[in-house]
């Protein structure tokens, strides 16, 4: 004989539903959290954080013409599926003024392009650069795909070939009025990693040796950065000094 259900059975197994409805929203709305860096003409960081994204709408631009005539954006909103380096551009957008207009055209068939970031724009030999873990991408950003935990870096270079980026390496924590070592190193655009000489940190007194190492002193919690010639600067590094901190803790 068929089974009978009762109504508090139906009652529960559809409450049952909902709740996996609303939790398979919020695990979509969450989307996947990435590091956003992007530097703007002349190596001026424009943002710096971490945010998670999904499928976006974003809206072209007419404005966007660097790539020539005719390959300006149709001035339409355009869907991009799945979280990818544009689509965490986009969202980054959304509360970060200094991101803001982006100039995006849809004239392409193999994805978008980026001519301008907030006031970086392109112009003559420069070009939006996009690098994923270190690494130079092949794709157009709205094609790379992200995975939580990856590094996105988005830089107007001023030509090419790509200027190497940045990283440094600080400790967390340091003792106030004590000198303590760091490293620089570069990234060419395919990631590989090598020290960097004549590279300048905040607070150090001297410019990197041959090995990528100095010697940095603070008196107070700082955020340090590494800057070297026409190299895209480093990520913001903070050093707490014993149990204070500074920005980025």
Not at 87 to 95: I, N, R, W, Y
Not at 180 to 205: M, Q
Request: proline share 5%.
């Amino acid at each position: 004989m068929p089974r009978t259900i009762s109504s508090r059975q139906l009652a529960a197994c559809a409450l049952a539903l909902l709740l996996f409805a609303a939790f398979a929203t919020s695990a979509v709305a969450k989307g996947v959290s990435a590091d956003l860096r992007v530097v703007g003409k002349g190596g001026k960081v424009l943002s710096e954080q971490t945010l998670s994204t999904g499928t976006i709408s974003v809206k072209t631009s007419t404005k966007a013409n660097c790539f020539g005539a005719g390959t300006a954006g149709s001035g339409k909103s355009v869907t991009i599926k799945g979280a990818t380096a544009t689509g965490l551009l986009a969202q980054a957008s959304k509360s970060t003024a200094a991101l803001r207009p982006l100039l995006i055209t849809d004239a392409f068939d193999f994805g978008l392009g980026i001519c301008g970031v907030g006031t970086s724009v392109v112009s003559g030999k420069a070009s939006w650069y996009l690098k994923v873990n270190h690494k130079g991408a092949t794709l157009s950003g709205d094609a790379v795909k992200l995975k939580p935990g990856d590094e996105v870096l988005w830089n107007l270079a001023p030509s090419y070939p790509y200027p190497n980026e940045l990283a440094l390496v600080a400790p967390d924590t340091a003792l106030g009025g004590q000198p303590f070592g760091v490293t620089v190193y570069s990234y060419d655009e395919k990631g590989k990693r090598k020290p960097v000489e004549g590279a300048k940190v905040t607070g150090a007194a001297a410019l990197t040796g041959a090995d990528g190492k100095t010697m940095v002193t603070l008196s107070a919690p700082g955020t340090l950065r590494a800057t070297h010639g026409k190299d895209i600067p480093s990520a913001a590094v903070p050093v707490c000094i014993g149990i204070a901190c500074g920005a980025g803790y």
